[in-house]
């Protein structure tokens, strides 16, 4: 397995691989991988022949000092999980590679970046976009995966690889939980054995939701479940809770008018425990089996 540090050492690599007409699958991370990470790669590797994984914790796209810091680094054990789960390349640079003196160039979303996560975190989807761009401009791949996990990232990035002619093919993947339902997460490794038990509470309150959807409830009433499952519990901070159309992520107000079909309607969550932040979203009308 490959190890790259800059962008040029990973653009002559990628190109010479696209050269023989090998096809390039590719998984942003910010590293401390997980299952959920492992899951991306290999959905890739089965869209392709060579996966490239990039390990960079952006410090454009954080709004907290506090989350920058403390966020988990264990580059030793990511590129050995890596190396386990067949990847062809780790682009692995430092912020001085990607952010040399002199840069000054950011992407800003349209309006999929004026909702839910972005006015809670000013500037965090512009240093995503950035940051993404140049990732996608060093590895030059054909498909990129991504988490439904962060599905308004997704959406974004999907309107940006569309808008900008990029022809790469966006690919999110479904969320990879633990067996209690709680979404994998890099962050989750700094909650408290307690705050962990009581993070369970984010998944309910979805299944909550997603019952009060399904029996026909108002918005209100959806939301109000959900609410009422995360102010039960004690150790967790609800910060939002939302209803909004799946593909333009306009809050619904009302669910008279929505179908209620897999693929129109999401919902998604933002709790703090501590000074931990996680973040959920599921399908409101999704299949049982699904
Ligand atoms: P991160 O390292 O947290 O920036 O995540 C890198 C990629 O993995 C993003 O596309 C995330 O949406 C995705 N991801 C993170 N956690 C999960 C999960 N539990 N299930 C599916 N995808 C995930």
Same mark, same amino acid.
């Given at each position: #397995?490959?190890?790259?540090? $800059? ?21 942003? $991370? ?12 290999? +959905?890739?590797?089965?869209?392709? *022949? &060579? ?25 030793? &054990?990511?590129?050995? @999980? ?15 590679? #990607? ?16 909702? #839910?996560?972005?006015? /809670? ?8 976009? $950035?940051?993404?761009? /140049? ?9 990129? %995966?991504?988490?439904? /996990? ?18 790469? +093919? ?5 969320? %990879? ?15 408290? *054995? ?12 979805? &299944?909550? @939701? ?6 026909? *409830? @108002? %918005?209100? +009433? %959806? ?7 995360? *102010?039960?519990? +004690? ?9 909004? &159309? ?5 809050e619904f107000d009302d669910l008279a008018d929505v179908p209620p079909m897999p693929g129109i309607a999401r919902i998604a969550t933002a709790v703090w425990f501590g000074d931990v932040r996680l973040i959920d979203n599921r399908d409101l009308f999704e299949l049982s089996d699904a």
């Open positions: #397995m490959h190890i790259f540090s $800059t962008p040029a050492e990973m653009r002559a690599w990628s190109d010479a691989r696209r050269a023989t007409g090998r096809r390039i699958g590719f998984v942003p $991370t910010m590293g401390a991988l997980h299952t959920g990470h492992l899951a991306l790669i290999a +959905d890739a590797a089965d869209r392709t *022949d &060579d996966v490239v994984v990039s390990i960079f914790v952006n410090p454009l796209q954080f709004n907290e000092v506090g989350d920058f810091n403390g966020y988990p680094r264990p580059i030793d &054990d990511d590129v050995a @999980a890596c190396e386990q789960a067949g990847v062809a390349a780790v682009f692995a640079p430092t912020a001085a590679a #990607m952010y040399p003196t002199g840069f000054q160039t950011r992407v800003v979303p349209g309006p999929l970046g004026a909702v #839910m996560e972005g006015p /809670k975190r000013p500037g965090h989807f512009e240093g995503v976009l $950035t940051v993404v761009v /140049k990732l996608f401009g060093a590895v030059r791949p054909h498909v990129a %995966v991504f988490g439904q /996990k962060d599905y308004q990232q997704l959406r974004i990035i999907t309107q940006m690889a569309a808008d900008l002619e990029f022809g790469i +093919d966006v690919v999110g993947h479904p969320i %990879v939980r633990d067996p209690d339902g709680l979404a994998q997460s890099s962050r989750n490794v700094r909650l408290t *054995d307690a705050e962990r038990a009581a993070a369970v509470a984010v998944p309910r309150s979805l &299944d909550a @939701a997603i019952a009060a959807a399904g029996a026909g *409830d @108002a %918005v209100a +009433d %959806v939301i109000g479940a959900a609410t009422s499952v995360i *102010d039960a519990e +004690d150790a967790a901070l609800l910060e939002y809770v939302t209803v909004f &159309d799946a593909i333009t992520l306009i």
